[in-house]
């Protein structure tokens, strides 16, 4: 199972067009990212994190050096980040939807972001008609109080560590 996390726009007042431009964004490693982080960074639109990213490899030439031991150092180091920003690189494009006004509208799973996508949709659209119809939304009923007063142990009951002394 794929888990995503859901964002959906804050500024669309309607439904259609919301539910149209909600992102789903897959927990985990983005291999296309690893691969082509550059591509996949112009595919998401994420231009500030796209110029960092360049900012910070074209940089390690000039902070490693020149010299044979400077750039394999510099190698291993830009590896190193790349399979650190495909880790990452969803929880950036998570960022970047919220710096854009998305809203965290929830989480959905499936086999493939088809079938997320569907059983996502297939809860969050009732609750949104309600909500647009005006029906206020349900919220669970607080949990009832503890009945389990504390005590304090009467002498000769003390507990030492775990075991209670006899």
């Known amino acids: 199972m794929t888990v995503y996390s859901v964002y959906e726009p804050v500024d669309d007042a309607d439904l259609a067009a919301r539910a149209g431009k909600v992102a789903f964004v897959k927990e985990g490693i983005a291999w296309f990212a690893l691969i082509v982080p550059i591509l996949w ?3 998401q639109r994420m231009w500030l994190e796209l110029i960092a990213f360049l900012a910070i490899f074209l940089s390690l030439p000039a902070i490693f050096g020149s010299g044979p031991a400077g750039q394999e150092i510099g190698g ?11 880790f990452e690189a969803n929880d950036l494009r998570s960022w970047a939807l919220r ?12 086999r493939d972001q088809v079938e ?6 297939s809860r969050w659209l009732p609750e949104q008609e309600k909500v647009a119809q005006g029906v206020p ?15 304090r142990p009467a002498a000769g009951d003390e507990v030492i560590g775990s075991f209670p002394r006899s």
């Open 76 to 86: 291993w180091v830009s590896i190193g980040l790349l399979v650190l920003f495909a």
């Open 41 to 43: 960074l112009i595919y």
């Open 99 to 110: 710096r854009r006004g998305f809203k965290f509208a929830g989480t959905a799973f499936g």
């Open 116 to 121: 997320a996508e569907t059983r996502f949709f």
């Open 137 to 151: 939304a349900v919220l669970p009923a607080p949990a009832a109080p503890s009945a389990i007063v504390p005590t």
